[in-house]
């Protein structure tokens, strides 16, 4: 979540500042904050392709981590774009999700497809996570007047959606079912 805006005053175009907006800051202040997430994102997923049983789960974390990368691209032509500095900002939500993701590799048993369910659990509350913050990344384009800037959110955001789809269809082809008689 975006936190420390400081600037209170409403700008109009009557007063004369057209460019600097609070929506504008707060579009800001959610692309850092996806910037964190990402770069936080690309270092667990490696942690959890490492972690995963079945090869599968383990190669679409890997391939998951190429994306991760044209998504830290994106976001950095994005600040480009708007002039801003491309800085992250520390998303405690997301924090959370990694911290969680983490606990499963420490709390399960190596080797079993009960670790796998677990890992997939943690991976698509994170791409949930993500398909919220860039669904509000486009609209937000959009408004603000950018929708060079929503193209490229989209193709994030469609990115993440199809990492969602292909974690359930991982999930569904045997790995629930091998997890349900493992004893
Ligand atoms: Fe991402
Ligand atoms: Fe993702």
Redesign the pocket.
């Known amino acids: 979540m975006a936190t420390g805006l400081k600037t209170t005053k409403i700008n109009t175009p009557e007063n004369g500042n057209k460019e600097k907006t609070l929506l504008k800051e707060l579009f800001a202040e959610e692309l850092k904050s996806n910037y964190w997430a990402?770069k936080q994102?690309s270092k667990v997923l490696l942690r959890m392709s490492k972690g995963a049983t079945a090869i599968e789960l383990s190669n679409a974390f890997k391939q998951?981590i190429t994306?991760?990368e044209s998504?830290i691209n994106r976001l950095e032509q994005t600040f480009k774009i708007l002039g801003v500095p491309a800085r992250g900002k520390k998303c405690e939500s997301v924090d959370g999700l990694v911290k969680e993701a983490q606990q499963v590799m420490e709390t399960t048993e190596k080797d079993t497809a009960v670790r796998d369910v677990a890992l997939i659990i943690s991976a698509q509350k994170?791409?949930h996570y993500?398909i919220a913050a860039y669904g509000s990344l486009v609209k937000l384009a959009n408004t603000i007047g950018k929708p060079d800037i929503a193209h490229l959110m989209q193709q994030t955001l469609d990115?993440?959606k199809e990492?969602d789809k292909i974690l359930t269809q991982i999930a569904e082809s045997g790995i629930n079912i091998n997890a349900d008689i493992e004893r």
């Open positions: 990402e994102l998951h994306i991760t998504h994170i791409e993500e990115e993440e990492a």
